[in-house]
């Protein structure tokens, strides 16, 4: 069976159910993905109810409701089915939507997933988006929250675009009106709501001599320049406010500061994707930003906010939402200086670092992606802390660029192998990846992951 025939069979399965039951992830992916089902069963005139857990385990598997009603795993459950069989559910109770590489089971649950397929770069979101279009036509509106799936999932970052069935996703987006896409706009994160200068001195990817990492830098190359910088009332512009003109002005620049510094300038632009029915200058306007907020609020233990924002709460849930995303960037700066005054460890192919239990679990590893543009940001990082609910487990988050990517890295493969040799459990995608280990087991394994790293790269 096909990856489409495998969606209309889910559609069935969920037409057939007297209740649903969702359970999802609590990053960007997972929200959106709930988001989107919950929607569209309630569409279709199914009670629903969502429940959200930050890894599929067996202390997080008593979420799972003990009742008749399908159990619907969304972003997670197809690298954890053996949880599922030991629960007892059988094959007619579980639906999977996921995008993770699965489990070995006995038991054969329903799934749709692209990896089989090939589709590697569809993110749970728009498999959920595929079932949901499948449900009713009506769900194509579903459009611009599985685009900030697949982007928060940073499935287009790694390829510079959503391709496959993702574009396709974009493309009924676009029909519906919802959606804008920018195919050839500035690589660079921010575009809807900082000012053009800091969102230049933010990007590391590429990374550009003078800009990147200098504020100052930054405002002095876009001065010389002659671009009005601010509006006649004094405010900051924004990127997605500079005209056509304005806009190729820069990036010819940027274009020859880069060659002028024997750097590659593929990576200067990529698609963007706008959402021209959100405020301007709103965290919502864009999808990698929107994105954002959803990980702030699934990081801080609110991803049912997140999900009401998705469902379209401009109201009391998006004010939470701002909230909650203005104190994630904070603590985040905070994360990030930390990491930078302690410094790292290096080794051949690694460089970490461990920030005991000074941060919560959920946000170390955005910060160590900031914090890799700032070191060597040519080695791999990998962040651990430890677990004040478990002392005997540790948490690892690391992160990688495009550029080791392209040269032959995948931090999922790596810890994949390194947890199942000590006892632990991780995934994820090539660029970035999380795992649990054992907590007495972190000297063997950091050194097991350089090993690891030290071959990919053979």
């Avoid at 057939?16 to 929607?39: C, F, K, P, Q, Y």
């Avoid at 287009?156 to 804008?180: K, M, Q, W, Y």
Wanted: aromatic content about 6%.
């Amino acid at each position: 069976m096909g990856f489409s025939g495998e969606v209309r069979e889910a559609a069935g399965t969920i037409r057939d159910a007297g209740t649903v039951s969702v359970i999802s992830h609590i990053d960007a992916d997972g929200i959106s993905s709930e988001a989107i089902l919950r929607t569209a069963i309630a569409r279709a005139g199914i009670p629903v109810s969502s429940r959200f857990v930050r890894q599929l385990e067996p202390l997080t598997m008593t979420a799972v409701p003990d009742d008749d009603s399908l159990k619907v795993f969304v972003d997670l459950g197809a690298g954890q089915q053996n949880l599922l069989e030991e629960r007892g559910l059988g094959e007619d109770e579980v639906l999977i939507l996921d995008h993770h590489v699965a489990q070995p089971c006995g038991v054969e649950y329903h799934q749709v997933n692209g990896v089989p397929h090939g589709h590697t770069r569809l993110s749970a979101a728009g498999v959920a988006y595929f079932v949901a279009r499948e449900l009713d036509p009506v769900n194509l509106d579903l459009a611009q929250i599985a685009i900030v799936g697949n982007v928060g999932d940073m499935m287009a970052r790694e390829t510079l675009g959503l391709t496959g069935p993702a574009a396709e996703i974009v493309a009924d987006g676009i029909e519906h009106g919802s959606v804008r896409l920018v195919r050839r706009d500035l690589n660079c994160y921010g575009t809807s709501t900082r000012p053009v200068h800091v969102c230049l001195s933010y990007n590391d990817d590429p990374r550009i001599p003078g800009i990147t990492n200098d504020t100052r830098g930054a405002l002095r190359f876009l001065e010389r320049l002659g671009v009005a910088l601010k509006t006649a009332g004094g405010r900051w512009r924004v990127w997605e406010e500079l005209d056509p003109d304005e806009k190729r002005t820069i990036t010819s620049a940027l274009v020859q500061q880069l060659l002028a510094n024997g750097e590659s300038v593929d990576r200067l632009f990529a698609e963007a994707y706008l959402f021209p029915g959100e405020a301007e200058r709103s965290p919502l306007r864009n999808a990698s930003e929107f994105a954002t907020l959803l990980n702030a609020c699934g990081r801080w233990a609110k991803p049912g906010i997140g999900s009401s924002v998705c469902c379209g709460d401009r109201g009391t849930a998006y004010c939470e939402a701002e909230y909650v995303l203005n104190n994630h960037r904070a603590i985040i700066r905070e994360l990030l200086q930390f990491i930078l005054d302690t410094g790292v460890t290096e080794l051949s192919h690694l460089q970490y670092l461990h920030v005991g239990d000074r941060y919560p679990d959920t946000i170390v590893g955005i910060g160590a992606g900031m914090a890799l543009g700032k070191l060597n940001w040519r080695k791999p990082i990998l962040v651990m802390c430890t677990l004040p609910e478990d002392p005997a487990l540790t948490k690892v988050s690391m992160r990688t660029n495009e550029w080791s990517v392209r040269r032959g890295v995948d931090l999922q493969a790596v810890l994949a192998e390194a947890t199942s040799e000590l006892g632990g459990g991780g995934g994820g995608h090539p660029i970035a990846a999380g795992a649990f280990i054992p907590h007495d087991a972190e000297e063997v394994f950091v050194s097991r992951v350089n090993e690891l790293l030290r071959d990919q790269l053979a």
